[in-house]
């Protein structure tokens, strides 16, 4: 079994990043900038754009984070994304979801010009990624792809099955896996399909991104498969320092022992979603300039 190890792909990429990043300085090419919009007090929120920011200063690229607080209107919001998206220094932002009650997070999300749209979330690049044309890909999709390909894991002609059917990871993710270059053939479950469990068992291939800790068990895992854990449930946990501890959707500690490749929680995906995040920045500052 082999313990799939984002954390340290992660910083590997952040690496060549940055390598780029010097050289397109020394060239006198402008300095990459991410721009975060972050809307209230959201605990998971800010630690999330902290590490961004965090990824940002490594890679060598500017961020800026403008902070609003929960009572800002829709409107309001959506002159912020316009006058970013005429930003001519800005490469490309995101704006930290989940949003306010009151503000439409679709509207938000359309109304970011698909050419700084980082997070891969505007129904144009997710339309472009579907027919296999040039796009921004939805972070954590592609961090798992490249997770895939940086492990020599062998896709072609293989049987991945995708749990959970969210536009941010479900969906995407079974489209890329089936496509020319990865090549599996893929089943997407989510919560109205029967027989989760035996459809599992014909994987070669499970994403589990559904939400609920430890539902993937030994049992529904064949000898040999690669299981990609997406899940990042917050539970309770008294021992813990914080009070709570992450727990993926898969059971690790059962699962483990029967896969060829597996990723825990946290260290697996979680440090790769982040990294697509300055991929996609890089990809902007280019396109751009």
């Not at 939805?138 to 896709?155: F, K």
Request: charged residues 20%; contains cysteine.
């Amino acid at each position: 079994m082999i313990k799939i190890d984002g954390k340290e792909t992660a910083r590997q990429i952040r690496q060549e990043i940055a390598a780029e990043v010097k050289d397109m300085i020394a060239q006198g090419r402008k300095q990459p900038h991410l721009a975060a919009i972050l809307v209230g007090h959201d605990g998971g929120s800010e630690t999330y754009v902290a590490n961004k920011i965090k990824a940002c200063e490594e890679c060598g690229f500017k961020s800026s984070l403008l902070r609003f607080e929960d009572n800002i209107s829709e409107a309001q919001l959506l002159d912020t994304v316009a006058k970013l998206n005429a930003d001519p220094d800005v490469d490309g932002f995101i704006v930290q979801l989940p949003l306010p009650a009151h503000i439409s997070e679709e509207k938000v999300t359309r109304a970011i010009a698909p050419t700084k749209d980082v997070d891969g979330f505007h129904p144009q690049n997710v339309g472009l990624m579907s027919i296999g044309e040039p796009a921004f890909i939805s972070a954590t999709p592609q961090g798992i792809i490249e997770l895939i390909r940086r492990y020599n894991i062998p896709t072609a002609g293989k049987h991945a099955v995708v749990i959970g059917r969210s536009n941010i990871v479900g969906r995407p993710m079974s489209i890329l896996l089936s496509q020319k270059g990865v090549d599996c053939t893929v089943t997407l479950c989510h919560s109205r399909t029967p027989n989760i469990a035996e459809i599992c068992r014909q994987a070669d291939i499970i994403v589990a991104a559904i939400g609920k800790p430890g539902f993937v068990t030994a049992d529904m895992v064949s000898p040999g498969a690669t299981v990609i854990d997406v899940g990042t449930t917050r539970v309770a946990d008294p021992t813990a320092a914080r009070g709570w501890r992450l727990r993926g959707d898969v059971d690790f500690e059962s699962v483990a022992p029967k896969c060829d490749f597996i990723t825990p929680v946290p260290g697996g995906v979680g440090p790769m979603t982040i990294c697509s995040l300055m991929q996609n920045t890089l990809k902007a500052a280019k396109l751009n300039n």
